[in-house]
């Protein structure tokens, strides 16, 4: 193994290239400053990886390709080692999802590389750079598609930080479109698919602060009240419509527990919330409210309205059947709550009577 202290000419000639990328990179990056930072990145990341200088010198090469670069650009940032490991690791999460894979300065083509499918570089480049990094600490090393997921989201929904953290925090990419649903037997084939993927399998209500056990009017009632939480784990395109939406039906009044409108699939969708384990007569409730709505409030410019049952526990077996049996487009999923506080921890908590008392002792 060579030393650090005496790198030979090879390593020179390659630092001295990344010195004239980089210059050529701060030129174009007053235009596209995040696109063609990412670009050097991404190059700088894959010279790591294919040259094989840790091989070579060991780990210690790192600080010196920091130390080297820093001295020539002292005002620059981004060249510590942590941020030249996010470059490299950068390079490994997405090589093998990236379609049109460009040639690069300074690399040469490889007929025995299989050409990576999955996103452009035009897209991967245009997240920014802070969200690849959360990116990258939650999934280096996963299934290659499930970093790629989460840039597809980001991209197509325009994800804050905060909000793509939250999103693989409560494991998105397991839980989006799983829902169980006649949505292929009951619409045509590109609605089929939009509305599957507004659907979650289960939906974490865990912004809710609920006191165990519970009735359902006091899960409703605190949806509601965090209806903006409620609609950010509901997914991308929902409107909220009302709660208790009233409809009059013949001589009748139905009230719908929540009615939703989705820009996506371009279509009312009627949510129903039960908590308790999933019936199959639910799904009669349900198709009839979804039946009036397409009958009442659709127009000519809607697509059909979709049901969505949100339960507490369900039978997929018993669901699938159940789903079978019905003539409207219905999905059936399960919810969680993580801040349930039960009554007997609730008893043995002070009030806050209890602590202003003592407080004031």
């Given at each position: ?76 940032k981004g060249f510590s080692v942590t941020n030249l490991n996010y470059m490299k690791r950068f390079f490994l999460t997405y090589n093998q999802v990236v ?158 527990d929540m009615l939703f409108y989705n820009t996506k699939t371009h279509s009312y969708v009627v949510v129903e919330v039960k908590a308790r384990k999933f ?83």
């Amino acid at each position: 193994m060579a030393t650090l202290e005496k790198v030979d000419e090879s390593y020179l000639s390659w630092i001295r290239q990344i010195i004239e990328r980089y210059r050529s990179s701060q030129t174009k990056a007053a235009v596209k400053v995040n696109r063609e930072m990412l670009r050097f990145y991404w190059s700088l990341g894959e010279d790591i990886v294919r040259l094989k200088w840790e091989s070579v010198y060991g780990d210690g090469i790192l600080e010196r390709i920091s130390s080297d670069l820093k001295q020539q650009f002292p005002s620059a940032k981004g060249f510590s080692v942590t941020n030249l490991n996010y470059m490299k690791r950068f390079f490994l999460t997405y090589n093998q999802v990236v379609e049109n894979r460009p040639q690069l300065v300074g690399n040469s083509s490889d007929p025995n590389h299989p050409q990576p499918v999955g996103i452009s570089f035009e897209q991967l480049f245009s997240v920014p750079w802070g969200h690849h990094r959360y990116i990258i600490d939650h999934f280096y090393n996963a299934d290659p598609d499930i970093p790629l997921f989460y840039v597809r989201q980001t991209i197509e929904h325009g994800l804050s930080r905060d909000t793509l953290l939250n999103l693989m925090d409560a494991n998105l990419h397991l839980r989006e479109g799983k829902a169980i649903s006649n949505f292929e037997q009951q619409l045509p084939p590109l609605q089929s698919d939009l509305a599957k993927q507004i659907t979650r399998d289960p939906y974490q209500f865990d912004f809710l602060t609920i006191q165990e056990p519970y009735e359902e009017k006091a899960l409703k009632d605190q949806l509601v009240q965090n209806v903006e939480n409620f609609l950010l784990e509901m997914g991308t395109g929902f409107a909220y419509m009302g709660r208790e939406y009233r409809l009059v039906v013949g001589n009748t009044e139905q009230f719908l527990d929540m009615l939703f409108y989705n820009t996506k699939t371009h279509s009312y969708v009627v949510v129903e919330v039960k908590a308790r384990k999933f019936e199959p007569g639910d799904l009669g409730q349900l198709g009839t409210y979804v039946v009036a709505v397409d009958e009442i409030l659709r127009s000519e410019q809607d697509n059909q309205t979709i049901g969505l049952l949100i339960c507490k526990t369900k039978d997929e077996v018993l669901a699938q059947y159940a789903l079978k049996a019905s003539n409207q487009p219905i999905g059936v999923s399960e919810y969680t709550l993580n801040q349930i506080l039960p009554e007997q921890l609730k008893e043995a908590l002070p009030s806050v009577k209890d602590l202003q008392e003592h407080l004031e002792k």
